[in-house]
Structures are given as structure tokens and as C-alpha cells.
């Protein structure tokens, strides 16, 4: 079993770039959860899919942030452009619904200089 | 509204000496409980949960809870700590749903040194 795959592990861009984390939950899972976690703020959920619709994105912080579910084995989170108050681990994570736990992938750490 | 409350940051116990962390919750109705462990670095680990039934959960690594609805806590306990738990652990709560997305509610975390 593979678990929660996330790409890329880190990634390091400047500001005002387009940054693209990836998300590939477990198979037969049908939610998937994006959060993002920082010493000051903790672990915040931005938002989450259910059978690929989003649910709830009021976690998003703001316009530059998109995330999309094209498929059940696939999602992206967007940052355009991106900023250094972006710096954080973003999270993914799948869970089947009606009170299943959630999985986590490794994360991705962001540094946005 | 729902809400986990971990009360202690961080806590600092003896390899081999019992550990308690707590965990208190407010919700509308009986949640799901769960406790997540996260070593530097990686994502985080359930370690157990608890749906219904008997209150005392066990876990993986040794690890257990107790559900006590008239405090609306659930705390992790464990008889005797290794190094190796050294970790941030989170408490989460979640809604009781038949279906579709369970989206959890985490704690600030509590994070557990182990000295030799």
C-alpha cells in the first residue's frame, strides 16, 4: 500500500511564482483533505473534496490559492503568485468518508523567498 | 461550534515514566476522537480512534485512550514512554456521518520530549 503520495517534497521558488503542489490519495478513498501547517498558525484545513467535488474551501486564505480534483487519484493546490508568508508544510490527505480517519502523505515544505 | 482543546504545549517526561496528554473537546453530539502523532518531519500517524462502543481504546505503539463523555475529554496515556515517542501529538474530532466527507477538527498539538 503506497499511502498518500505528495510531489515534491520541497520545493523552493521565488516570490511572485506559480507554485503547483500534487496529491495522489489512496485508491478507493473518497475524500481528500489539503491543509497547511506553520509554527505561528499550527495545522489549518484550506479545504477538501468529497467524490472530487469540493466541499468546503473556506480555509483557502485568499484568491491566489486554487485547488482542483479533476479525478479520484489526483489533486493539485495552486499558488499564483506566491509570497513568502506562504512558507509553510501543505499537507495532504484521504479518508473514506462516514467516519473514516484521515491519512496523511509525507507534506510538502514551501519556502518562498 | 466544535473544538478540540489541548492544553498543555509541550511536555517533558523520563524514558520509562507513565504519560498523560490531554485532550478536551466541545460538540454538538458524540464525535469520533482521534489522536495523531507527527515525528519532525513527516506527517502525521493515527495512532487510534475511537467511533463508539468501549470507551478505553487501544492503539499502535503501545499507546491508549479513554473517552469520558461527562468531561468531553479524551486523554492518550501510556504506561511507560521510549525515546522513540518523542513527537508532536494531536487530538481531532470528528462528525458523526453515515456518508461523505469527514473533515476532522485538530488540536493546537502537544509536544512530547523524552529525556534519558
Known amino acids: 500500500d503506497a499511502g498518500v503520495i505528495q510531489s515534491p517534497r520541497h520545493e523552493v521558488t521565488e516570490m511572485g511564482q506559480e507554485v503547483t503542489l500534487r496529491c495522489k490519495p489512496i485508491?478507493?478513498?473518497?475524500?481528500l483533505f489539503w491543509y497547511r501547517q506553520t509554527m505561528m498558525r499550527g495545522l489549518e484545513l484550506l479545504i477538501y473534496?468529497?467524490?472530487?467535488?469540493?466541499?468546503?474551501d473556506s480555509g483557502m486564505p485568499e484568491d491566489r490559492f486554487s485547488a482542483k480534483m479533476p479525478n479520484a487519484s489526483f489533486s493539485t493546490l495552486k499558488i499564483q503568485p506566491s509570497e513568502p508568508r506562504d512558507s509553510a508544510v501543505y499537507f495532504c490527505?484521504?479518508?473514506?468518508?462516514?467516519?473514516?480517519?484521515?491519512?496523511f502523505g509525507p507534506g510538502t515544505r514551501l519556502t518562498v523567498t | 461550534a466544535q473544538s478540540v482543546t489541548q492544553p498543555d504545549i509541550h511536555i517533558t517526561v523520563s524514558e520509562g515514566a507513565s504519560l498523560e496528554l490531554r485532550c478536551n473537546y466541545s460538540?454538538?453530539?458524540?464525535?469520533?476522537l482521534f489522536w495523531y502523532v507527527q515525528s519532525p518531519g513527516q506527517g502525521l500517524q493515527l495512532l487510534l480512534k475511537?467511533?463508539?462502543?468501549?470507551?478505553l481504546v487501544q492503539g499502535i505503539k503501545g499507546f491508549e485512550a479513554e473517552f469520558k463523555r461527562s468531561q468531553s475529554s479524551f486523554n492518550l496515556r501510556k504506561p511507560s514512554v521510549h525515546w522513540s515517542d518523542a513527537a508532536e501529538y494531536f487530538c481531532?474530532?470528528?462528525?458523526?456521518?453515515?456518508?461523505?466527507?469527514?473533515?476532522?477538527?485538530f488540536g493546537t498539538g502537544t509536544r512530547l520530549t523524552v529525556i534519558p
Open positions: 490527505a484521504s479518508s473514506l468518508g462516514g467516519g473514516g480517519e484521515q491519512y
Open positions: 481531532a474530532v470528528g462528525p458523526l456521518h453515515q456518508t461523505g466527507a469527514n473533515n476532522l477538527f
Open positions: 460538540y454538538g453530539a458524540t464525535p469520533y
Open positions: 485508491s478507493g478513498h473518497n475524500s
Open positions: 475511537y467511533l463508539s462502543g468501549d470507551t
Open positions: 473534496f468529497n467524490n472530487n467535488v469540493p466541499i468546503d
